[in-house]
């Protein structure tokens, strides 16, 4: 069975970053796209920024452009297993990035995409990120 966890959603104050997690089992990641996505309740959900596991190729959007940063942990652990893990570092945060932060799975025709919810088939429960001034 497929599973996304994400993970490092919090509270912080206006100017504060944070690291959020996406970690996958059930599959390798090496051989997906792995996009990060928001939502605020009643509203659709944006993309932010996507990354090809396999050579690193990322795109962003312009929602959260210069203030994200996507990579993967490509590494392995303790135990030889490798860590299936991408994150998304948040900077500058602002009260209008307050939402629920999902990360997504897919094969994108060229292998990245454009962070379009139609490019995913898996996707995490989200982590929620709010953001006070």
């Known amino acids: 069975e497929v599973q996304l966890v994400e993970s490092g959603g919090g509270s912080v104050h206006t100017g504060g970053s944070l690291r959020l997690s996406c970690a996958a089992s059930g599959l390798t990641l090496v051989n997906y796209a792995v996009g990060w996505f928001r939502q605020v309740p009643g509203k659709a959900r944006e993309g932010i920024a996507a990354i090809n596991v396999k050579d690193g190729n990322t795109v962003y959007r312009d929602i959260m452009k210069g203030r994200s940063t996507i990579s993967s942990d490509n590494g392995w652990n303790t135990v030889h297993l490798p860590t299936n893990t991408v994150y998304l570092h948040l900077d500058s945060l602002r009260p209008g990035d307050t939402a629920v932060y999902y990360c997504?799975?897919?094969?994108?025709?060229?292998?990245?995409?454009?962070?379009?919810?139609?490019?995913?088939?898996?996707w995490g429960q989200g982590t929620q990120v709010t953001v006070s001034s």
């Open positions: 997504a799975l897919g094969t994108p025709a060229d292998g990245l995409g454009y962070v379009r919810e139609w490019e995913y088939d898996y």
